[in-house]
């Protein structure tokens, strides 16, 4: 009962742990990761989760964020991940564009996950070190990022859907790159 007061909602299963701030760490810790995922507008803390999910298991050395417009490390994006933001090496910058230009001047490959790409995902593999950018569901790589990137990369679609969600693609393009 006392549990269901402090943490309304339910879902404690009778157990609750109380934690610090999670550990951040610089982009720069990043630079010897042969691919990192930054994510570009990605608000939704599940589809947040799900992309660290896949890109912990699938072996990403780590993930870049912006400190606004992105899902906070919360409950729900771990729950989402299923525990695996605990295993991630997430930075957290100020701005993403800012961010891809330094990852860029540090000699890094930067390739948009967009619809309208000109590189096969099947070729993500040849461009390392790997900075894959995943923009946001619906208004997908914000311009200045697109701009940034050295390359569009894109899913070809087979079926009658012209597209997947965020967190899908993404897993896709990091198992690409990862293979």
Known sequence: EHLGKRFPGGGSQGIAAEVGPYPFVEVGTLAE??????LDGIEDPHKFGA???AGVALGVGGFVIA??????VSAAANKASAGAIEHARIAKVGGIPQ????????GRWLIGLAMA????????REYRPLGLVIGAE???LHRLAAERCD?????????PLESLNAATAAAIAI???LA
């Open 138 to 140: 619906g208004e997908g």
């Open 51 to 53: 992309i660290v999910r």
């Open 99 to 106: 961010a891809l230009a330094n990852l860029k001047r540090d």
């Open 117 to 124: 790409g000109d590189i096969p995902v099947a070729k993500l």
């Open 33 to 38: 990761s042969p691919v990192i995922v930054i």
């Open 67 to 72: 400190q606004q417009r992105s899902a906070p």
């Open 175 to 177: 198992h690409a790159a």
């Open 151 to 159: 390359g569009l990369c894109s899913i070809k679609m087979h079926g």
